[in-house]
């Protein structure tokens, strides 16, 4: 629970800081108003670590330059036209933008910009009531104009506005809801999440790239699933990425199979555990945790009624890594991004055949072949796509997982495993068969290839004895 003497108490020692005081010190010398504001007062009283030092200020942004530049180790102006100025100050990276007015045009989230003279109309057209809290500096004075600590005590989301007006004038902000509903584990107010369900089409507005940006931004907390549910539950996924509400699969008396939609949700959650243990103190791994959620989304596609109750979804991987290529081309993601989730979606099945009976030393190569460098995660998303809750095959499934990453590690201490490569490169295969770059140049090396993933090592003057062999018995 929110404790507001201790939360006061951090306040006063953020005002203190080196950054803060320099920075209120010399908006005060020169007759300007300086806040923190958003996430910092907000983090503050929360009693969390605060990583990003926010102002705002009624100086105009060619104000603002004159202001900082002779406390400044660096200041940019990139965002000036929205009136931000960026700054090092006493070694802290800080944003100060003057007081907006702003208004939107209905068409499109790009707000008509407009400077304002007033903290508090400032505030009210911030996304929610507890980002739009301020500390006047340098009297340490809270301006919480819509009622942003009470809703930090209830542990509610609430527009500062009707949330009709606030989400008609940004839909993104409907999204924020979901990823704020994760960050900081709150509940939404029952205004605010039936004008989401209203407003969700409107959402298609708002360019991709930034859909993308709050997605991703949503997958970086420490358990996106309240803010995914969230999403799924007003309608506003379908909008984006239907293929998650998709996996909300109609389950008949005759034919059971576990809940896909709550299956992708746990191994989302599993994953981010598992991430966590093995990689403790790193940023998170948003490749991993978005082919987490979208590992199963071939499956409504490659649905099947079996005779005898069964339910089959025969290449949903395969299905899988198809649509979540396609989906995430219309979101803008980069080439790497899209290669690394729908290779661990294609790949995520492959491990099961496994736990069904032992490997060859050829089977385990190949698995770390076709890996590549995705093997730790790989790794990762299978060890998490365990859901069962019979113990019993759940150990099982475990202590396969254990034995083949065992073997992996056995082999690649023998054979150099991780190169994966033929021991006759390109050169060489052309100095023993006497044949210039080409085509069957390609098809020497994969023959090498294939015999390095089955026999292991052989030796170089054992590999160019059978590559003579294969080239002497081709037709």
């Given amino acids: 629970m929110l404790n507001m003497a201790e939360g006061v108490a951090r306040l006063d020692a953020l005002a203190a800081s080196t950054p803060v005081a320099v920075l209120a010190r010399a908006f005060a010398d020169a007759g300007r108003e300086l806040a923190i504001v958003g996430g910092p007062v907000r983090d503050a009283l929360l009693g969390w670590t605060t990583h990003d030092l926010d102002f705002t200020t009624d100086a105009r942004p060619d104000q603002i330059l004159q202001i900082v530049r002779p406390i400044a180790t660096a200041h940019w102006d990139i965002g000036r036209e929205f009136g931000t100025i960026g700054a ?23 707000p008509v910009v407009a400077f304002g003279d007033d903290i508090a109309g400032d505030l009210t057209r911030r996304d929610f009531t507890v980002n739009a809290m301020a500390l006047q500096l340098p009297a ?13 005590v209830r542990g509610v989301l609430r527009t ?22 994760a960050q900081l584990q709150f509940e939404v107010d029952p205004d605010t999440v039936e004008a989401i369900e209203r407003l969700r089409e409107s959402i298609q507005i708002v360019s991709p790239e930034r859909i993308r940006g709050e997605l991703m931004r949503l997958l970086e907390t420490d358990d996106p699933t309240p803010g995914i549910r969230l999403l799924v539950d007003t309608g506003l996924m379908a909008q984006f990425l239907p293929e998650i509400p998709a996996l909300r699969l109609e389950v008949d008396e005759h034919h059971h199979h576990k809940d896909v939609y709550e299956h992708s949700l746990t191994v989302l959650r ?30 409504p596609a490659t649905r099947k009624l079996e005779p005898g109750g069964t339910v089959t979804f025969h ?4 299905r899988g890594a198809r649509l979540a ?9 980069d080439s790497a991004t899209i290669d690394t989730v729908t290779g661990l979606i294609e790949l995520h099945l492959r491990f099961f055949g496994y736990a069904e009976g032992a490997w060859t030393d050829a089977a385990v190569r190949r698995y770390v072949r076709d890996a590549g460098a995705e093997l730790e995660r790989l790794h990762i998303i299978t060890r998490a796509d365990v859901t069962t809750r019979n ?19 056995e082999l690649a201490a023998q054979e150099e495993l991780d190169a994966m490569r033929p021991e006759l490169d390109g050169n060489r295969i052309q ?22 993933l089955d026999e292991g090592i052989l030796g170089p003057d054992e590999a160019e004895r059978r590559l003579r062999t294969w080239w002497s018995a081709r037709d």
Avoid: C, W
């Fill in 315 to 318: 290449h949903h991987d395969l």
């Fill in 140 to 152: 340490k004075t809270l301006v919480d104009p819509t009622g942003g600590v009470e809703d930090l």
């Fill in 88 to 110: 090092r100050i006493a070694g802290e990276q800080v944003e100060i933008t003057t007081y907006r007015a702003d208004s939107y045009d209905g068409a499109t989230r790009k």
């Fill in 431 to 452: 100095e023993v068969l006497g044949i210039p770059p080409g085509r069957e140049v390609g098809q020497a090396y994969r023959f090498l290839l294939d015999l390095r």
């Fill in 325 to 333: 290529r396609k989906r995430m081309r219309e979101l803008r993601f």
């Fill in 391 to 409: 113990k019993r095959k759940a150990h099982m499934l475990a202590s396969a997982y254990d034995d083949i990453e065992n073997r992996i590690a």
């Fill in 160 to 181: 500062p506005v009707d949330p009709q007006i606030s989400f008609g004038d940004d839909p993104l902000r409907m999204l924020r809801a979901a990823r704020f509903r």
């Fill in 270 to 299: 599993q994953a981010i555990d598992l991430e966590h243990a093995r990689h403790p103190g790193q940023a998170p791994d948003l490749p991993l945790r978005l082919a987490a959620l979208l590992h199963d989304i071939g499956k």
